[in-house]
């Protein structure tokens, strides 16, 4: 990607990659060729040790001889002798392109030094945000992913005047295929339908998320510009969301801790909890447990917020300033559960008589705080008042009304509840929207 002159004149600049969260130089950026060439032609490919270990993880090259795939041409311009004594000068003016040597092509495409992943020219210029959502199996991370990103492009940008765009191509079709065409997209089709009608779509339930080991690709974020109307021109942020395998947290967490890097690096972490999980919510008489969640063991979430504290190594003696945004999820399961008059009752159970606000985000973290200590969850709110200072609680339902029982039953496309309370927090606290 050509960049300009003046983001070219300014090699110093930090960066932080989009994708793996790390902070560096523009003078350390890596280039690989994009000619056809290049890309077709196997033999002329060299090893690249940074993208198998940011695509395969710590498995990457343990292969039977050690052998790796072969790749198109990279360099580190700065190591690259070809080029003379001119590398030196990219620290006062980063080069407009390298020659390939394989094809013998101008190269402009810039690579990130850490993953190697392709850095399009607006990871150049713009601030990168941040959202990074963990949480335990089958407390909706997937589902909430997904609406959150719909509901973007459908309210809360319009609300907040934004737009979101696809940082590239690949995650347009990642975020559709993987995510989109599950919850809103899968048109029944199949014939069965008189010829002229619609089919309506239908929301399928997402499968749990596979773990690193078999699925490395959950590494890698959705990248999306976030654009706001500026005084006369667009301005915009980049904005990460990645998701995470509750298999991975649940029994993986070591391999997590040495392959999500971007979580130590996070700038905003959304918990997401299904209180449904809490013993004292799943023994009330007025919540009628599907099959499946009466054979899921009760969650301990101190230890969860525990095992968070472990992916911050460098402060194990001091708090950790990154916002963490905390969310009890399957609202319209369990806000029945709460005192009527409360305003989480209020909205589980009626039509709100006007819209949320940061007054009520205030009300909502205070009864959150209530009901879990009624639930027996004291110790929790301890820890992460000592460990995690910059939280808060929110309430949410990413399915609203359309959740259903059985995930064999119809399921209506989702109505979702307060899903943009925390997003909006967490890009608050990082500058990327404004209080
Ligand atoms: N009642 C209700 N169910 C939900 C909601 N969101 C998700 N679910 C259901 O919860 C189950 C798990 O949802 P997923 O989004 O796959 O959960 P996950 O956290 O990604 O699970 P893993 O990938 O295994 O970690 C599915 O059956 C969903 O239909 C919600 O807002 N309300
Ligand atoms: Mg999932
Ligand atoms: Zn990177
Ligand atoms: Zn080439």
Redesign the pocket.
Known sequence: MPIDIWTRLKPWRAIRCPFCFERFRAYEMHMRCQSSICRADYSRGIPDPILDRATQGARAGKSARGSTIPRPWWTDPRRDKSRGIFRFLDYFILPRSVICAKCERPVDTRLCPRCHAILPESVVKLAAGHVAIL?????????????LIHECDHKIGPEHGFVLDPLTDEIRERYESHYHSFTYGGVSGGGGEPSGYAAAPRRI??????GVDTNPEILKPLVFRLMRRGEGRITGTLLSFF???????EMNVDRLRSEALYIKHARGILF?L?P?RIRAVMSDPRIRLTE?ERHVASADYLDDARKLATFFPDQTDKPTRTPLAICL?????WGKLMEPGSAIHTWACSVPSRPADRELDATIDREVRKSLERWGAAGFLEYVAVKFPNHRFFV?????DA???R?DAP?PL?T??LVDRPLLWLLQRQGVLRD
């Open positions: 949480g335990p199996q089958s407390v909706g991370k997937t589902t909430f992913i997904t609406v339930s997402h499968m749990g998320t596979p998701d995470s395998a509750g298999e991975d947290w997401l299904d449904l499946k999820n399957k609202l319209d399961r949410c339902s990413a399915l609203g959740a259903q029982e995930d399921q989702p979702p509840l």
